[in-house]
C-alpha cells in the first residue's frame, strides 16, 4: 500500500510541476496568436498588404472616329485598375482589353468580334475608372476609341493592385453630363 500512496503523490509531483511549468499558477499560459506569414494585423483582422505597380501609362491625341491600340504585359494576376481621362466631357470615348495581337482591324472592332476581356463603351462618367479583380498574368493589347468627330487628348493608366487595396475610387457624373453616346462604327485603327 505504501509503494502505492508513493506513486500516487509522485503523480501528483509531475502533474503539479507540468502545469506550473504552463503558467506557475496552474493555469496554462495562452499563446498570442499572429498572423499567417505574408499578412499584417492581428488576428482574427488579419490582411495582405497592398502592392501597386503601373503596368502602363500613357498619354495623346486619338484623330476623331478612329481607334488607337498598344500592347502591353501584366507580370502577376492581381486586380487590373484602368484610369482612362481625357480633355472634353462631351466627347464619347470607349475602352477595351483583348489578348494581345488580337482585335487588328477596324471591321472586327466595328462588328465587336473581338475576344474583349474589358468593354467600356461611352458613358457619362469622366475620367472612366475601372477595376477587374483575380485578373491573370499574361500580354494584352488595349484599345482606345474615339467615337466623336473631334481630335481628343487622353491619358492612359493601368495598375496591377495585389493584397487588400481600397477599391479604385469612380468620380462621380459631372452636373453638365451628356446622355449616353450612341456607338457608331468607326474609320481607322492605329497603333497608339
Given at each position: 500500500m505504501r509503494t502505492a500512496q508513493m506513486l500516487k503523490g509522485a503523480a501528483t509531483a509531475a502533474t503539479i510541476a507540468v502545469l506550473g511549468a504552463c503558467g506557475g499558477d496552474g493555469n496554462p499560459t495562452t499563446v498570442p496568436q499572429t498572423c499567417p506569414a505574408g499578412q499584417v494585423g492581428t488576428p482574427p483582422d488579419c490582411r495582405t498588404p497592398c502592392t501597386?505597380?503601373?503596368?502602363y501609362s500613357d498619354s495623346g491625341g486619338i484623330p476623331g472616329s478612329?481607334?488607337?491600340f498598344d500592347d502591353f504585359s501584366v507580370?502577376?494576376?492581381g486586380r487590373l485598375d484602368v484610369t482612362l481621362d481625357w480633355t472634353n466631357a462631351s466627347s464619347a470615348v470607349g475602352f477595351y482589353l483583348v489578348p494581345a495581337n488580337t482585335c487588328n482591324t477596324i471591321e472586327d472592332f466595328n462588328a465587336r468580334n473581338c475576344n474583349f476581356?474589358?468593354?467600356?463603351?461611352?458613358?457619362s462618367m469622366k475620367p472612366r475608372k475601372i477595376s477587374t479583380?483575380?485578373?491573370?498574368a499574361g500580354n494584352y493589347r488595349w484599345l482606345i476609341a474615339n467615337f466623336s468627330e473631334e481630335q481628343e487628348s487622353v491619358s492612359l493608366q493601368i495598375v496591377l493592385s495585389k493584397g487588400d487595396c481600397p477599391a479604385l475610387a469612380s468620380v462621380p457624373p459631372s452636373a453638365a453630363e451628356r446622355?449616353?453616346?450612341p456607338v457608331r462604327n468607326l474609320r481607322s485603327l492605329q497603333p497608339f
Open positions: 501597386q505597380s503601373k503596368v478612329f481607334v488607337m507580370p502577376d494576376t476581356l474589358i468593354q467600356s463603351e461611352p458613358s479583380p483575380n485578373f491573370s446622355p449616353d453616346a
